[in-house]
């Protein structure tokens, strides 16, 4: 489950309905991507309850005109960079990733930062949602 504002989302992730979802993520709507900047948007996500966890569900959804304008990627509170999307998928819209975030140390609480860049300028869009959970 998501609340921000006056909205409540649940079971938007088919694969965060098969675990018990320890903590919760943030969320966000209609966040602009800043078009023709690399360094995007950043969507800091402080994760509780994974202290003994190797994973994460990721929810993301991107509206956009130009996927392969699109670097995604996900900084841990340990200051390692995971990237996962890099500009793939010219001319395909919109982007979603529902799914695990593996990482190869244990313990995953603290503070994530998923960002969003567009580095071409033209064609723009939105981070429509973003949930990040321990699993
Ligand atoms: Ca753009």
Known sequence: ?????????????PLAQSVGIASEGACVFGERIPDGSTAGVLLPIVVAGGSSSTQLALDLRLRHPDRGQLKVRVRAPNGAQLSLHDRSGAGVPDFA????????WTGVNGRWIVSVGDGVAGGEGTVEYVNLTAR
């Open 1 to 13: 489950m998501c609340t921000t504002g006056r909205q409540t989302l649940i079971g938007q992730c």
């Open 97 to 104: 990733w529902c799914g695990t975030v593996r990482v190869p």
